[in-house]
């Protein structure tokens, strides 16, 4: 490689470091613009849920044949590294297969590992696009997937499968240039699958060549960077975002809801019970915007992968509904990315006159949830989009009220009677005076 390569090299490693540097860097603002929420207990217990959730893909295995494809993408996506740090150092050094001295015999092993995980990436690849364009499996097809989501999804199995053959074809054009002892190639030994380029390449002049594998390979690293940072857009963005999910998951029991610290506070102060000193600004009661959620839900809605397995799972969804777990998710992440890119900008963020309540996620959707539970259950990454509902609602009940009528008859009831029917706490067990008298006849 030569030295003017070799600098194109490094400003081209720069540049794709600075763009995907600063993305990330605003990613995280816009999660911070969540309130804190503590979920650092338990140290041992988030680790091996991470373990299990993201290393493992426990949940995943529920469909075992998308888990199994799924599995072969996330494999090949981890270990396929190991080749492109071997580019990279390359790149830099201006070498070529500089690992493959210091691995002798092992180095082909290797690469024929990688090349084995390669074609398994290509095989998932087309199996997941014929699943969504062919087969339109019904959770791919759901209203929310229109336009950008099902292109995303698309682009990013388009690209994967074109950076795959991308490997093959540089290992298949460079094998040739070994058998023609052109400088610059050392011999390596065979590689199975990219051996399938061989009958193609021979006839080929080794300068034709040369410009193949060069294409390949810079196409290859080339496509790596750009491909990260589309990332940084997309839902594939889980790739990263699901180790860190799944650490800092709900260990609570399921179903738990969780409770309004303040409400507690209030209602203790109340009944003359110690409380906390009562916070200097009055908060507000629920979310109506991303800035009344949690962290934690941001990041969420970040990690979310728009599998659908929550909507697929949803009561609501199912019996004909509006509303979608998977779109909570995805327009939770639409505002957080408006209203950082709104701040970066200099703009009004969350001033802006709009709120994830109303202008996002309407009321229709928030009463059409059951609290079932189902949607955080099917999720395998962990996420829980059922506690963003419920601030939603919260904010509706408290601030609002504005929850149908059958729903504030309840809660007075819940208020007065302590149950949420109308009756009052004394007449709770008169269900049993029959039965209390049969037994003191016989
Ligand atoms: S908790 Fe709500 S959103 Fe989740 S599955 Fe049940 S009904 Fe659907
Ligand atoms: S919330 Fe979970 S289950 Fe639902 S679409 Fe996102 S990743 Fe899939």
């Known amino acids: 490689m030569s030295l003017l390569s070799q600098l194109f090299f490094l400003i081209l490693l720069g540049v794709s470091a600075f763009f995907i540097g600063r993305r990330i860097l605003q990613i995280r603002k816009n999660i911070l613009l969540g309130k804190e929420e503590d979920r650092t207990d338990q140290p041992q217990r988030r680790l091996k849920t991470m373990l299990l959730v993201a290393f493992g893909q426990k949940k995943m295995f529920k469909r075992p044949i998308a888990a199994f494809l799924h599995l072969l993408i996330y494999v090949g996506f981890l270990l396929i590294n190991l080749e492109v740090l071997e ?70 199995l388009v690209i994967e499968l074109v ?37 193609l390449f021979e006839p080929l002049s080794a300068n034709t060549l040369i410009i193949i594998e060069r294409v390949a390979w810079w196409g290859h690293i080339a ?3 750009a491909f990260a940072y589309y990332i940084t857009y ?45 916070p200097a600004e ?30 697929d799972s949803c009561p609501a969804n199912t019996t004909g509904k509006v509303l979608s777990p998977r779109t909570i998710m995805m327009k939770t992440r639409d505002r957080a990315e408006e209203v950082g890119e709104s701040i970066r900008k200099g703009g009004a963020g969350l001033e802006d006159g709009k709120s994830l309540y109303g202008d996002y996620i309407n009321k229709e959707e928030l009463l059409a949830c059951t609290t079932c539970n189902a949607c955080v259950e099917a999720c395998p990454i962990t996420i829980d989009p059922l506690s963003i509902i ?26 007065t009677s302590f149950a949420p029917w109308k009756f009052p706490p004394t007449d709770r067990f008169n269900w049993a005076q029959d039965v209390k008298a049969k037994i003191s006849d016989q």
Request: glycine letters at 6%; aromatic letters at 12%; a neutral charge.
């Open 282 to 311: 009055i908060p507000r009661f629920g979310a109506k915007d991303i800035n009344d959620l949690s962290w934690k839900h941001l990041m969420d809605a970040y990690a979310c992968t728009e599998c659908g397995r929550c909507t």
């Open 223 to 225: 496509g790596i960077f």
């Open 390 to 415: 419920i601030e939603m609602r919260r904010y509706m009940a408290m601030e609002e009220s504005s929850t149908p009528q059958s729903w504030n008859a309840m809660f007075q009831n819940v208020e």
């Open 234 to 278: 997309s839902k594939h963005l889980h790739i990263f975002l699901a180790f860190p999910n799944t650490y800092f998951s709900n260990l609570k029991e399921k179903g738990e809801i969780k409770n309004m610290d303040n409400v507690t506070n209030e209602v203790k102060s109340m009944l003359g019970l110690p409380a906390d000193p009562p």
């Open 163 to 199: 950076l795959m053959v991308a490997i093959l074809a540089m290992n298949g054009a460079d094998q040739v240039l070994q058998t023609k002892a052109v400088a610059g190639y050392p011999v390596t030994g065979a590689f199975f699958f990219s051996s399938i380029f061989i009958p």
């Open 87 to 156: 580019i990279v150092l390359d790149g830099l050094f201006g070498t070529h297969r500089l690992f493959a001295p210091l691995l002798g015999s092992f180095y082909p092993v290797l690469i024929n590992f990688f090349e084995f995980l390669v074609v398994g990436v290509i095989f998932s690849c087309v199996v997941f696009l014929i699943r969504r364009h062919v087969l339109k499996i019904s959770r791919f097809t759901k209203i929310e997937m229109k336009g950008w989501p099902t292109m995303d999804a698309t682009l990013i």
